[in-house]
């Protein structure tokens, strides 16, 4: 009598290539900037994208709430913590430089993030090193 075995071939599937791929762009986030030499675009880079997220969370805030968060609010309204039922973002993101990003309002209603730049110190006369988003209004 023939045995039945399991004929299913072995294989990746498409969730784990999809989670490996992940784990190498996320690992060559932080390697290709050393080794190709450019860590001035990498750390652009990087503002740009945590720009792009709390630009989201911040609309995604004003469509939920009818109004940007105030300025007693400040940017960390948009972390989901236990007091809030929803969040926007899990953590805030820090600058390259590991420093903390501001939410600043402009005088004819604006909001504008910025980060502070390598010298960690937020220039008040806009010049320096520091990085600005677009202001959302």
Known sequence: MKKLTNS???AFTL???LVALTI???LLTFVAPM????PDQARNL???NDFSSIETALNLYRLDKGAFPTKNQGIKILINDEN???GYLASLPKDPWSNQYRMEFIPNGGIQIRSSGQDGIFDTAGKGDDHFSKVFK
């Open 8 to 10: 299913r071939n072995k």
């Open 15 to 17: 969730i784990e290539i």
């Open 24 to 26: 190498i762009g996320v």
């Open 35 to 38: 080794v190709l030499n450019r």
């Open 46 to 48: 990087k503002i740009q």
């Open 84 to 86: 809030t039922s929803i």
